[in-house]
């Protein structure tokens, strides 16, 4: 009986390491991103992102910040044409929708889920991170022409600027280059310090808001979506 005992408490102890070695029922694997990811074909785009790929506020929807290469991705889920949901932990620290064929082959390891779905239906509404955007809601619209300041040597293009998934503050960061003379107009940040703007050269970009010198003929538009 005691042979019997100590065999049951040996296979409960085996069982329980089992257990701790699993990983919670919530983890979600963690990829690399990958520098010159593409566009999202699916969305009509092409060519590639060479610093790494776009963080977009819902499928096919805004640019909200860049995904750098080598930062990592927790996946919370992928939709059926390969989009991924989840949180990028380059600069930034976003949870957001990135496109097709932007990750590493292989997951690096496992992490807790932190992309909820009420954060994903929060921010699928544009004026949750920004307003005064170029066009109304659903229109797709690379931009309005705006004028960089010329006498302003310290404006730059920046890839990223949001501090967090709530869009309420952020700082110019991930530092892109020298921005065109002209630039396309999307939207202004949350916090009205910044603006996403589409570079003919650097692709989708932040700039400080005191680097343009006019607004053309933009006219905005705040309307929900």
Do not use: E
Not at 9 to 27: C, E, I, K, M
Not at 44 to 73: D, E, L, R
Not at 83 to 101: E, F, K, M, S, T
């Amino acid at each position: 009986m005691k042979r019997i005992v100590q065999g049951v408490a040996t296979a409960a102890a085996a069982a329980a390491v089992l257990v701790l070695g699993q990983a919670p029922a919530d983890a979600v694997n963690t990829y690399t991103i990958q520098p010159n990811s593409p566009k999202p074909a699916v969305c009509n785009n092409s060519g590639t992102v060479p610093a790494g790929t776009w963080i977009q506020n819902k499928i096919c929807g805004y640019f909200i910040g860049t995904a750098m290469a080598g930062s990592s991705f927790d996946v919370s889920s992928t939709a059926s044409d390969d989009y991924h949901w989840g949180r990028d932990h380059g600069d930034v620290n976003l949870c957001g929708w990135i496109p097709p064929a932007a990750l590493s082959s292989s997951p690096t390891g496992t992490a807790s889920d932190s992309c909820s779905t009420a954060t994903q239906d929060a921010m699928s509404h544009r004026r949750s991170f920004g307003y005064n955007f170029n066009g109304a809601p659903h229109v797709v619209d690379g931009g309005t022409a705006i004028t960089v300041d010329p006498a302003n040597p310290s404006c730059g293009a920046y890839y990223n600027y949001y501090s967090a998934s709530d869009f309420s503050s952020g700082s110019l960061r991930d530092y892109a280059g020298v921005p065109s003379s002209t630039v396309a107009y999307r939207f202004t940040t949350n916090g009205g310090t910044a603006m996403v703007v589409d570079d003919s050269t650097l692709g989708w970009v932040f700039m400080n808001l005191g680097c343009v010198t006019d607004w053309r003929s933009v006219a905005f538009n705040n309307d929900n979506d």
